[in-house]
């Protein structure tokens, strides 16, 4: 193992993430959090003060170091482009926040630099890529026949901008985000239904409402139907519908409804979060469920997701589970089903899928019909 790798944060509007990996770190050898970034001082200092990190103000300052190795970018959606063409360019190897963009023309130039850069840049959606890693083991080893349908739920509380703020800030302002609650909570669905299909979507139907939070920008409910080149069919549900027990509180994110079902010619596999067991297994000729508990290991170290999946592909010279493609791929869509659940009709992915939104994508979504 090379020493451990330098890492420096950017930006801490999607704080869950950040605080994440400065929690993790302590514990984890192969890296060590040397700086973070952040406009807003008050969280900057409320951050630093909790890690005992170094803090700026400025992203350059933490980007053009020369003792930072790795970027984790964890800002609001609008500055996630600029940061990792940045990054790139400056020669660090980045955990790309997500969604990735606010445009696919934002997408495609940062496809284009990222990879003449030569850095490695591992996408946080493909989280569910490394969570799910037996899943796909399972469905690569035929357990379950041919994947023929995937189901995903996946029904939070809406994110707030800062721990127990009670408020969603910047997660619902149309000029930092391209969508609400189906491409925030989406994105890692969609990335991670093109894995276990093996195949790339071409057809996606789609319907976005306000359901509870009726007076937001952006929608706190979704669901998209993707129909991939093989045939398989993906549906998935996206929300932040799942409400505070008290009115004068925020709900807390472990009362949501996370659940992907794998439907196969020959079987089923179900994993659920927050539940136990966590993982059921329908095999052709069995005659019930097998349920398997998931859970971490017992008194063990954190790992830092995304980021040990970053130094893991470093070290041994391979590309990630997920890449800036990927990243891609999943991105546009997402962005297609927002242009069905508009349009009130299938999109093709032949179709040209607007690399800018439409002029009125900043105003509140009414109902869609159908």
Same mark, same amino acid.
């Given at each position: ?27 984890? #050898?192969? =890296?060590?959090? @040397? !700086?973070? +970034? ?6 900057? *200092?409320?951050?630093?003060? $909790? ?47 997500? #969604?990735? =963009?606010?445009? @696919? !023309?934002? +997408? ?6 990222? *990879?003449?850069?030569?850095? $490695? ?63 925030? *909570? ?185």
């Amino acid at each position: 193992m090379s020493p451990p790798y330098r890492v420096g944060i950017l930006g801490l509007g999607h704080w869950y993430s950040a605080y994440g990996l400065a929690r993790a770190l302590p514990e984890y #050898p192969a =890296a060590t959090l @040397v !700086a973070v +970034a952040c406009p807003d001082s008050s969280h900057l *200092e409320q951050f630093c003060t $909790t890690f005992g990190v170094p803090g700026v103000t400025d992203y350059a300052d933490v980007i053009d170091r020369d003792d930072v190795d790795i970027v984790h970018i964890a800002s609001p959606v609008c500055d996630i482009p600029e940061l990792t063409m940045r990054a790139a360019r400056a020669g660090k190897h980045i955990v790309m926040g997500k #969604p990735m =963009a606010m445009t @696919v !023309a934002q +997408a495609n130039e940062m496809v284009r630099v990222v *990879e003449a850069s030569g850095v $490695t840049c591992v996408p946080f959606q493909g989280l569910m890529r490394l969570r799910h890693r037996a899943v796909k083991a399972r469905i690569d080893a035929g357990e379950i026949g041919r994947v023929a349908v995937l189901h995903q739920a996946g029904r939070w509380s809406i994110a707030e901008d800062w721990h127990q703020s009670g408020r969603p800030g910047w997660f619902v302002d149309p000029t930092q985000v391209p969508g609400g609650a189906f491409i925030d *909570e989406g994105i890692y669905w969609i990335d991670l239904f093109r894995w276990l299909a093996g195949s790339e979507v071409v057809e996606v139907e789609a319907k976005m409402r306000n359901l509870v939070h009726t007076g937001l920008a952006v929608e706190d409910w979704g669901q998209a139907v993707f129909t991939f080149a093989n045939g398989v069919i993906a549906t998935l549900e996206a929300a932040w519908t799942i409400n505070a027990p008290r009115a004068t509180g925020p709900s807390p994110k472990h009362n949501s409804v996370v659940r992907l079902e794998v439907i196969g010619t020959r079987g089923e596999v179900i994993e659920q979060w927050f539940r136990s067991p966590g993982s059921a297994v329908l095999a052709a000729g069995a005659q019930d469920w097998v349920f398997e508990r998931s859970g971490d290991e017992a008194f063990g170290a954190p790992t830092p997701g995304p980021l040990a999946h970053l130094i893991e592909c470093l070290e041994a010279g391979r590309p990630p589970l997920s890449t800036i493609r990927d990243a891609r791929a999943a991105f546009v869509a997402a962005m297609a089903a927002y242009q069905a659940a508009r349009e009130a009709r299938p999109v093709r992915l032949d179709e040209d899928v607007p690399a800018h939104p439409p002029p009125d994508a900043g105003a509140p979504r009414a109902p869609v019909a159908g």
